[in-house]
């Protein structure tokens, strides 16, 4: 398509949006009277209308029955994270039994690690990203010294190349590779919070797999955002978390897959809990752990219903918009993000660090804007625009970010070209 900067234009393109109507399936935030340009839906996302009748009901149910709820009614609670398993399959690319939404993403990380960290003397070391997000690099660090290794040994970190901010594929590649014999683990973002980098999980994993290591990965800026294929690339596990692209409010409950190549070795190491025992026995209280099949196996307690129903009423929406129709959108809408600034900004006053291919990019670009960026988000914000500022995360010599996330659902054409003139008031 070829892109316009004028008002008219965006209208255009916002009327003949297939996903224009989702758009009011949303309660948009206000800012002195009038609708935001929302556009950290990679961080929070919005929520949606019916997500107050999907809790209302779980509400009722309890008022009602009390304990008999765990049985009757629409739901049944105790097969509630069921539920959520054909939509997690569809947006994570999976099968119904390698996903399980339970916990928060953080917890998840570390469950999963405690049975695809098995660190020896002779591989013990986790190739990740430099820059992750903290509490990644935490759980990271505190896990290697849980095994009685240094994380300064035991932690390689593969930065962006001398003067450039985005990773590149053959650099992660030859890491793994030179590694190869001490590697337990390779654990990397799908989507990086900080740059908007699209991660190679396909080539990631085959060449972690060829290493002799496993390859897990954390979604949360992938899922919902970019279209997934965990089974087909033979991802060992992942975790995510469904407040972000899924929009279900904030600390939901979070997101687990593990591949159907483990999901049924019970010789696996785990952390266990009720809810991943059993279910014909789960109420019989005997002695002795018998995993549940697949990924529910790894869940400690019963559901959180009230935030899992949360994301039950924003998995309707994302299925109902289809991932497939999401990504032809956002990949419209980022580009049209794209083309404005760069019309608009020469590059010593704005730079995009996100990539500018596509294929290595979800929604969002971060934009360094070169002395100025954090008094001209201040300015944003006063004008209802609301993105959000990230300190440098790889740290002397680094600008911060403004991250800007248009999203498929509920952000227009229009807001981006608005955006892009508030930007350019704000700067001048
Ligand atoms: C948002 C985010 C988190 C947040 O973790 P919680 O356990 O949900 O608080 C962790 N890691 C990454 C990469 C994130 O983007």
Same mark, same amino acid.
């Given at each position: 398509?070829?892109? %316009?900067?004028?008002?008219?234009?965006?209208?255009?393109?916002?009327?003949?949006?297939?996903?224009?109507?989702?758009?009011?399936?949303?309660?948009?935030?206000?800012?002195?009277?009038?609708?935001?340009?929302?556009?950290?839906?990679?961080?929070?996302?919005?929520? /949606?209308?019916?997500?107050?009748?999907?809790?209302?009901?779980?509400?009722?149910?309890?008022?009602?029955?009390?304990?008999?709820?765990?049985?009757?009614?629409?739901?049944?609670?105790?097969?509630?994270?069921?539920?959520?398993?054909?939509?997690?399959?569809?947006?994570?690319?999976?099968?119904?039994?390698?996903?399980?939404?339970?916990?928060?993403?953080?917890?998840?990380?570390?469950?999963?690690?405690?049975?695809?960290?098995?660190?020896?003397?002779?591989?013990?070391?986790?190739?990740?990203?430099?820059?992750?997000?903290?509490?990644?690099?935490?759980?990271?660090?505190?896990?290697?010294?849980?095994?009685?290794?240094? /994380?300064?040994?035991?932690?390689?970190?593969?930065?962006?190349? %001398?003067?450039?901010?985005?990773?590149?594929?053959?650099?992660?590649?030859?890491?793994?590779?030179?590694?190869?014999?001490?590697?337990?683990?390779?654990?990397?973002?799908?989507?990086?919070?900080?740059? +908007?980098?699209?991660?190679?999980?396909?080539?990631?994993?085959?060449? +972690?797999?060829?290493?002799?290591?496993?390859?897990?990965?954390?979604?949360?800026?992938?899922?919902?955002?970019?279209?997934?294929?965990?089974?087909?690339?033979?991802?060992?596990?992942?975790?995510?978390?469904?407040?972000?692209?899924?929009?279900? +409010?904030?600390?939901?409950?979070?997101?687990?897959?593990?591949?159907?190549?483990?999901?049924?070795?019970?010789?696996?190491?785990?952390?266990?809990?009720?809810?991943?025992?059993?279910?014909?026995?789960?109420?019989?209280?005997?002695?002795?752990? %018998?995993?549940?099949?697949?990924?529910?196996?790894?869940?400690?307690?019963?559901?959180?219903?009230?935030?899992?129903?949360?994301?039950?009423?924003?998995?309707?929406?994302?299925?109902?918009?289809?991932?497939?129709?999401?990504?032809?959108?956002?990949?419209?809408?980022?580009?049209?993000?794209?083309?404005?600034?760069?019309?608009?900004?020469?590059?010593?006053?704005?730079?995009?660090?996100?990539?500018?291919?596509?294929?290595?990019?979800?929604?969002?670009?971060?934009?360094?804007?070169?002395?100025?960026?954090?008094?001209?988000?201040?300015?944003?914000?006063?004008?209802?625009?609301?993105?959000?500022?990230?300190?440098?995360?790889?740290?002397?010599?680094?600008?911060?970010?403004?991250?800007?996330?248009?999203?498929?659902?509920?952000?227009?054409?229009?807001?981006?070209?608005?955006?892009?003139?508030?930007?350019?008031?704000?700067?001048?």
């Amino acid at each position: 398509m070829e892109f %316009k900067n004028t008002l008219d234009f965006a209208k255009l393109i916002d009327a003949n949006d297939p996903l224009r109507s989702f758009r009011d399936e949303f309660h948009i935030p206000r800012h002195e009277g009038k609708e935001t340009l929302y556009f950290t839906g990679n961080s929070l996302g919005l929520q /949606p209308k019916q997500t107050a009748s999907y809790l209302n009901e779980e509400l009722i149910l309890w008022k009602e029955r009390g304990v008999d709820g765990h049985f009757e009614g629409k739901r049944p609670w105790f097969h509630y994270h069921k539920f959520a398993k054909e939509g997690l399959a569809k947006i994570v690319g999976a099968l119904p039994e390698e996903v399980v939404p339970m916990n928060s993403l953080t917890t998840n990380l570390h469950l999963l690690m405690v049975s695809f960290y098995r660190p020896n003397k002779q591989r013990f070391k986790i190739i990740t990203e430099a820059g992750a997000f903290p509490s990644d690099q935490y759980a990271l660090e505190s896990q290697v010294r849980f095994h009685g290794f240094d /994380p300064k040994d035991a932690i390689i970190e593969v930065a962006p190349r %001398k003067g450039e901010t985005i990773l590149r594929t053959e650099n992660i590649v030859s890491a793994i590779e030179e590694n190869a014999k001490e590697l337990a683990l390779v654990l990397f973002s799908g989507v990086q919070y900080f740059t +908007g980098q699209l991660f190679d999980i396909k080539t990631i994993t085959k060449t +972690g797999h060829k290493a002799g290591a496993l390859v897990g990965f954390d979604l949360a800026h992938a899922a919902g955002n970019v279209p997934l294929h965990l089974h087909d690339h033979e991802v060992d596990f992942a975790v995510w978390c469904h407040y972000k692209y899924l929009n279900s +409010g904030p600390g939901s409950v979070a997101g687990a897959f593990v591949h159907s190549k483990h999901g049924n070795n019970s010789e696996l190491p785990r952390f266990a809990g009720w809810w991943g025992h059993s279910e014909e026995e789960r109420f019989l209280m005997k002695k002795g752990f %018998k995993p549940m099949q697949g990924a529910d196996g790894w869940q400690l307690s019963n559901a959180n219903v009230l935030t899992t129903t949360a994301l039950l009423a924003s998995l309707d929406v994302a299925d109902r918009a289809g991932m497939d129709r999401m990504r032809i959108k956002s990949e419209l809408l980022t580009g049209y993000l794209e083309f404005l600034l760069k019309e608009t900004f020469s590059e010593d006053k704005l730079k995009i660090l996100t990539p500018s291919i596509k294929e290595e990019r979800g929604c969002q670009l971060s934009i360094s804007l070169p002395g100025s960026g954090r008094a001209v988000f201040e300015k944003l914000l006063e004008n209802g625009v609301v993105a959000d500022w990230r300190e440098p995360n790889l740290g002397e010599g680094q600008a911060g970010v403004i991250r800007v996330a248009p999203t498929p659902l509920y952000n227009r054409f229009e807001d981006v070209y608005v955006f892009v003139q508030l930007l350019e008031k704000a700067m001048s």
